[in-house]
């Protein structure tokens, strides 16, 4: 495979890094964000993606310290969004998982980005660029799993 002119890669990805986040931006928009903080948020997303962990996990997943993530699992249980169960393989500990509130938020933000999104590829694209944003995809694919 014939390698890219680094100048213009360099150039496109700033183009990009802009683009995403205003795209970013615009989807954060459509959906009730709340009045949680960005760690609280983070914290929140991590175990919508990756499942019940502990708090300790979830503080070295954070890159934050232990008390520092005590604070934030307590808020995010007074809001009613995490809840807590004993490990069934160790009692001393305690599993944190999101609750079906907090489930059903992210079900209903995401609803809420893809009507925008759909929306929004209706109204701005015909049909040969809906397909080159197609397969655009794939290419953002690789290169978020490089």
């Known amino acids: 495979m014939e390698e890219a002119d680094p100048a213009r890669a360099a150039e ?46 979830l503080a070295r997943a954070e890159g934050i310290r232990q008390q520092s993530m ?19 393989a160790d009692g001393r500990k305690t599993i944190l998982g999101l609750t079906e509130e907090a489930r059903e938020r992210y079900r209903s933000g995401r609803l809420a980005k893809e009507d925008w999104l759909t929306t929004a590829i209706t109204a701005t694209l015909d049909p040969a660029e809906l397909e080159q944003l197609a397969a655009s995809i794939e290419l953002l694919r690789r290169l978020a799993g490089s």
Do not use: C, Y
Request: proline share 5%; charged share 25%.
């Open 12 to 57: 496109v990805a700033r183009d990009l890094r802009v683009t995403l986040g205003q795209l970013l931006r615009r989807l954060r928009a459509q959906s009730e964000g709340g009045d949680l903080t960005k760690s609280q948020s983070s914290a929140l997303g991590r175990l919508e993606r990756d499942g019940p962990t502990t708090a300790t996990e």
């Open 70 to 88: 005590a604070a934030i699992v307590a808020a995010l249980v007074d809001a009613g969004l995490v809840a807590g169960a004993p490990d069934p």
